[in-house]
């Protein structure tokens, strides 16, 4: 079946730097993205989203990029902090279904 | 902003026995609700979506008699595991979309899941 996918497993990023976590997709059909940061034990926390009409977003400290010609959505965290260090997961929308990648780690170094 | 609930958020039972969850969603009326199931370090999985007053309809590979989802209300479904067996215990995470015509309409909320183990 279709699905999301991550690339890196586990990101090591220093205190201060930008982080990058990219997310490939296979369903062309999905129109809405979705970022999110999940804590141990705790339930998906909203990021950031795009829709499929869009290639950029930005928030506070966040930015999505999507390129539909090659599937691939990505997010940037600026100045990173040790806050930021969760699993991520992008999920992708269509037929009114949410799926969701296979996580990426992200660790901040103090 | 809104706010799902689920309860219990953790639930130890003895194996056989049914357990019950509920997702409630506390500030907004919610049309579709949808259950996920995640083991430790892996991704959450769609297991079903359950629309009010309508049988919840299920991923391929997830068992309707196992895992019954009831949506009674607009604030309300409950996702009960019955006979539940070790290979159940996981840590399941509801979400509702906001209904058409409020200040959220169409978001998705999450609740902060309800970890279950099976003994």
């Known amino acids: 079946g279709e699905s999301v996918g991550l690339h890196l497993p586990t990101l090591s990023v220093q205190e201060g730097d930008n982080s990058i976590i990219n997310c490939a997709y296979s369903?062309?059909?999905?129109?809405?993205f979705i970022w999110y940061k999940q804590e141990s034990g705790k339930g998906p926390q909203f990021i950031i989203d795009i829709r499929s009409n869009m290639d950029k977003r930005q928030g506070q400290r966040v930015t999505v990029l999507l390129n539909k010609t090659v599937k691939h959505l990505s997010l940037q965290i600026a100045a990173t902090q040790p806050g930021d260090s969760a699993v991520y997961f992008c999920a992708e929308q269509g037929n009114n279904r949410l799926a969701f990648g296979k996580g990426n780690q992200v660790v901040v170094i103090p | 902003g809104a706010v799902v609930s689920q309860h219990p958020s953790w639930v130890i039972c003895k194996s056989g026995t049914s357990v019950k969850i509920e997702c409630r969603s506390l500030?907004?009326?919610?049309?579709?609700m949808f259950w996920y199931r995640q083991f430790p370090k892996q991704s959450l999985m769609l297991m079903a979506t359950s629309n009010e007053g309508s049988k919840a309809t299920y991923e391929q590979g997830v068992e309707k008699d196992k895992f019954l989802i009831n949506h009674a209300s607009l604030t309300l479904s409950t996702l009960t595991v019955t006979s539940a067996h070790p290979e159940d215990s996981s840590f399941y995470i509801c979400s509702a979309r906001a209904l058409a015509g409020g200040p959220e309409t169409g978001e998705l909320f999450f609740g902060e899941g309800s970890r279950l183990t099976v003994l």
């Open positions: 369903n062309s059909a999905s129109d809405y």
């Open positions: 500030d907004f009326q919610a049309t579709t």
